[in-house]
């Protein structure tokens, strides 16, 4: 009789984790090991979340306001393109952190807050460069030079779709502020009822 030979079989190490941050709602997403080390997995399902989608839109307006928004000629346009710039690499890295779920690495850094904290500042400055974009490229001295030159409506696209990603930033603040109130532990208040005799009452 022959001997039955002997098979390997690879299996892929599949763990589920909750990476929404989605008011109210719990997605279950599915992380494969990297090979790299236990801690960490590979969790391209946080792209699929509100979350992961807003990140990746605010990645796409960035690339468009940069883009619509050079060469730089104007100070206020390059202080416009100093911010995109700041946050699509803020962005990127933290589409790193979630794609390669790098958090289980460093557990005792407040992620969220630090998260809730940058993208909120985010917002401010995506609003206020974007406004002052628009509105020094309709300036009478800036107007006309920058038509002469070609880069006038190029200046205002970049100006409308800064305003775009501030929106995406806000929309990020706010589940990002509704996943840091709903993880704080909730309080309960204990009533202890008064024992002193009322004195209407006793005879």
């Keep these: 009789m ?10 892929t190490n599949t763990r589920k984790t909750d990476t929404s941050h989605s008011v109210g709602v719990k997605v279950t997403t599915k992380a494969e090991s990297t090979g790299i080390t236990d801690n960490l997995e590979l969790n391209p399902w946080y792209f699929r979340t509100v979350p992961g989608i807003l990140k990746l839109v605010q990645l796409l307006f960035a690339i468009i306001c940069m883009g619509c928004g050079s060469p730089v000629v104007t100070s206020y346009t390059n202080f416009f ?21 790098i958090k289980k690495l460093l557990p005792k850094l407040p992620w969220l807050l630090i998260e809730l904290g940058t993208t909120a ?3 401010v400055l995506y609003f206020i460069v974007a406004v002052v974009q628009l509105a020094a490229t309709n300036r009478k001295d800036y107007h006309y030079a920058l038509y002469h030159h070609g880069y006038y409506s190029s200046y205002i696209a970049a100006g409308c779709f800064g305003l775009f990603n501030f929106v995406a930033y806000a929309a990020g603040t706010f589940f990002l502020f509704m996943e840091w109130k709903d993880s704080k532990p909730a309080t309960t208040t204990v009533t202890i009822p008064d024992s002193t005799p009322n004195p209407t009452n006793s005879h």
């Design 2 to 11: 022959m001997a039955p030979s002997e098979t390997s079989v690879q299996t």
């Design 81 to 101: 393109m100093f911010v995109v710039a700041i946050y699509f690499i803020v962005t990127l890295v933290f589409c790193i952190i979630y794609f390669f779920t």
């Design 121 to 123: 500042v985010g917002t």
